[in-house]
């Protein structure tokens, strides 16, 4: 009886260990366009890189996978997103998209739609999701302009999920941080962006918000 109870003790011990040994560490899915791409600088100077170095240098065991692509709108985001997201599982998804629907001057009831389909799909996965608002110029009309960044809150306080209210706070309008093109950050901007996000990261997996 007690050789029998060892047997399955040690079973079930070495089951806790392989399971241990060979879980996989969560992943932070970021899921955007050329400006989470780091188009026009080196990618591994880009802000999502910089997370990544960030969340290691607080002990997180956090992978970061950028599957961010330069001219990305929503609705060609959500093309690819259920893939996406089968492939990697991931515990967080970052969604930074809607700002190529906003200066094509797309619908954007479509624009809703599209980014709530991701996220109902994120939350069906149990991820948690981050959503990065955007603003945009008043190019369309006071009326488009409007509408285009409360959709994000919309969305935000509908499924209570983390937002960045506008992810390029401090950094849009100034020269001296935007690249040539007037549209994407500078190099030296990127650790401005990451600190734009960082709270609502910090607060999803129990990070101190400070720096």
Avoid: C
């Amino acid at each position: 009886m007690f050789f029998r109870l060892f047997l399955i003790v040690n079973v079930l011990v070495s089951v806790l260990y392989s399971t241990l040994v060979h879980a996989e560490p969560p992943t932070i899915l970021v899921f955007g366009d050329s400006l989470s791409a780091a188009y026009g600088i080196p990618k591994d100077q880009g802000w999502v890189n910089l997370m990544q170095s960030r969340l290691k240098a607080n002990s997180y065991p956090h992978q970061v996978i950028n599957a961010s692509i330069s001219g990305e709108t929503t609705s060609g985001g959500l093309s690819r997103f259920p893939a996406i997201l089968s492939e990697y599982k991931p515990s967080i998804v970052m969604i930074e998209l809607g700002a190529n629907d906003g200066l094509r001057g797309l619908p954007i009831s479509d624009m809703q739609k599209n980014l709530e389909q991701m996220i109902q799909a994120s939350l069906q996965m149990h991820a948690k999701v981050i959503l990065l608002g955007m603003m945009i110029p008043p190019n369309y009309g006071q009326k488009y302009t409007q509408e285009f960044s409360n959709t994000y809150q919309l969305l935000a306080t509908k499924y209570k999920l983390g937002l960045v209210p506008f992810f390029l706070d401090k950094v849009a309008g100034k020269p001296e941080l935007i690249q040539d093109d007037g549209l994407h950050p500078k190099t030296i901007a990127q650790m401005m962006l990451l600190d734009n996000i960082w709270p609502s990261v910090a607060n999803e997996i129990k990070l101190p918000a400070a720096k």
